[in-house]
């Protein structure tokens, strides 16, 4: 069974950094969209950042831009999301996903939409204190 486990996740003030990492074990590393999301209480989950697994190729939430990396070690399916410059509108439960590309007239592309993901980890939750 392909399972995702989520870590790093803790309490930091906000300004700070802090590191997730997610653990894919079992999964077909080769040809996988990695994903970030993240669900703020009372809120609707949101994609954060995600890593095409074939080329490197990476996408961004438009708030998390310049703040956060998304970067993988294939000798250790593992995906990671360094997180920088943490505000409290970070605070969040903040999950690990794998999914397929999506076709458009682009061509073929991950994207943020959770709708393409199919495999989720647990998640980790990040608070960010002011």
């Known amino acids: 069974q392909v399972q995702l486990v989520e870590s790093g996740g803790g309490s930091v003030q906000g300004g700070g950094s802090l590191t997730l990492s997610c653990d894919a074990s079992?999964?077909?590393?080769?040809?996988?969209?990695m994903g970030w999301f993240r669900q703020a209480p009372g809120k609707e989950r949101e994609g954060v950042a995600v890593?095409?697994?074939?080329?490197?190729?990476?996408l961004y939430e438009d708030s998390v831009k310049g703040r956060f990396t998304i970067s993988q070690d294939k000798a250790k399916n593992t995906v990671s999301l360094h997180m920088n410059t943490l505000t409290p509108e970070d605070t969040a439960m903040y999950y690990c996903a794998a999914g397929g590309r999506l076709l458009s007239n682009k061509g073929l592309s991950c994207t943020l939409t959770q709708e393409t993901f199919g495999v989720w980890g647990q998640g980790t939750r990040v608070t960010v204190s002011s």
């Open positions: 079992g999964l077909t590393y080769s040809r996988n969209c």
């Open positions: 890593i095409y697994s074939g080329d490197g190729n990476t």
